[in-house]
Nanobody
Framework: QLRLVESGGGSVQAGGSLRLSCAAS????????MGWFRQAPGRESAGVAG????????YFADSVKGRFTISRDKVKNTLYLQMNSLKLEDTAMYFC???????????????WGQGTQVTVSS
């Protein structure tokens, strides 16, 4: 069973930056897609960014392109989300997620963390 634990959330002013981390443990999968999702109050969860097993191929929601980057450290079994130029609308609970095999957009993720809150203020 793969366990995911997020950290790094907090409060930041608009225009600022935060880096989220997601530590993975409990299972070793040779091929795994990892991603970040977020859910704002009263809204459905939405995919933010994803990265393939190679750690190089990435994709992003249109709303964060050019501002967020996703990366993974296979040695540390950790996923990161670097968030720059944060906007008020980035305020949400952010979740790390994973699925065996190749990424297929933001669908079919099987493993989820408990989330970390990001609050952007003016």
């Amino acid at each position: 069973q793969l366990r995911l634990v997020e950290s790094g959330g907090g409060s930041v002013q608009a225009g600022g930056s935060l880096r989220l981390s997601c530590a993975a443990s409990g299972s070793t999968l040779s091929s795994i897609c990892m991603g970040w999702f977020r859910q704002a109050p009263g809204r459905e969860s939405a995919g933010v960014a994803g990265v393939f097993t190679d750690g190089i191929t990435t994709y992003f929601a249109d709303s964060v392109k050019g501002r967020f980057t996703i990366s993974r450290d296979k040695v540390k079994n950790t996923l990161y989300l670097q968030m720059n130029s944060l906007k008020l609308e980035d305020t949400a609970m952010y979740f790390c997620a994973a699925k065996p095999g190749a990424c297929r957009g933001f669908s079919d993720f099987d493993y989820w963390g408990q989330g970390t809150q990001v609050t952007v203020s003016s």
